[in-house]
């Protein structure tokens, strides 16, 4: 008990939940991660993204976005060819085109972490009522962030994408308040406390994150 409980479906959910999920990301390298694995997931489970994640690894070059966005067309080839990589021509060229629009934003920011930070200040964000089961699959700053990164020229990053790679990345904390989680952030992590803003109509079942809950039917950012 005292757990999300959409996080004990197997182990491998079970860590990435303990160790990943919702812990603030202040490391480039490491939110390009996620937001790779949130475009890559597009159509399939989160589970077979973990399950992936070392084979996207070794075909990303361990998500450095600087090294990717120089890829050429051998290197689409390449990754294609990888054994257990997923065969969507489509999504690699996707990785490929945000990584060269995240070298933009960092040469215009510093890095692609402090931008995306910039939208809360730093801070995780704790919604009222979230941590009660009432949670979004999209709201008022995943819109904002997605229609800035749009405007970017970044692709597959539409609301409830976006609103899902805040959860993940620790920019809103949406364990449930038995989860010793949701605790912990809020003790550790600089923390506001807002009002919902701009959520959809649509929740979430009971607290589960779009990434699991909704595996066929993630906007594309189009
Ligand atoms: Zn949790």
């Given at each position: 008990?005292?757990?999300?409980?959409?996080?004990?479906?197997?182990?491998?959910?079970?860590?990435?939940?303990?160790?990943?999920?919702?812990?603030?990301?202040?490391?480039?390298?490491?939110?390009?991660?996620?937001?790779?694995?949130?475009?890559?997931?597009?159509?399939?489970?989160?589970?077979?993204?973990?399950?992936?994640?070392?084979?996207?690894?070794?075909?990303?070059?361990?998500?450095?976005?600087?090294?990717?966005?120089?890829?050429?067309?051998?290197?689409?080839?390449?990754?294609?060819?990888?054994e257990g990589m997923l065969k969507s021509e489509r999504k690699v060229r996707a990785v490929i085109h945000n990584a060269q629009c995240c070298r933009k934003v960092r040469d215009e920011f510093g890095s692609f972490c402090d931008y995306l930070l910039a939208f809360t200040e730093g801070k995780t964000i704790l919604y009222r009522g979230h941590a009660q089961g009432r949670v979004p699959v999209s709201n008022g700053l995943s819109d904002r962030i997605s229609k800035d990164l749009k405007k970017r020229g970044f692709k597959y990053i539409g609301t409830v994408t976006i609103y899902s790679h805040l959860q993940a990345c620790g920019m809103i904390n949406?364990?449930?308040?038995?989860?010793?989680?949701?605790?912990?952030?809020?003790?550790?992590?600089?923390?506001?406390?807002?009002?919902?803003?701009?959520?959809?109509?649509?929740?979430?079942?009971?607290?589960?994150?779009?990434?699991?809950?909704?595996?066929d039917s993630r906007d594309t950012g189009k």
């Open positions: 008990m005292g757990h999300c409980s959409w996080a004990l479906i197997n182990e491998r959910e079970r860590l990435y939940h303990d160790t990943e999920w919702g812990m603030p990301v202040h490391d480039a390298r490491k939110m390009f991660e996620y937001l790779t694995l949130e475009n890559l997931q597009c159509g399939l489970s989160w589970d077979l993204m973990l399950k992936k994640r070392e084979v996207f690894r070794q075909c990303f070059d361990d998500f450095d976005y600087d090294i990717i966005a120089g890829y050429t067309e051998e290197d689409v080839q390449r990754i294609l060819n990888t949406d364990h449930a308040e038995d989860c010793p989680c949701f605790h912990w952030i809020n003790a550790n992590c600089p923390t506001i406390q807002l009002e919902p803003e701009g959520e959809g109509k649509q929740m979430t079942p009971s607290g589960v994150p779009a990434s699991f809950a909704f595996d």
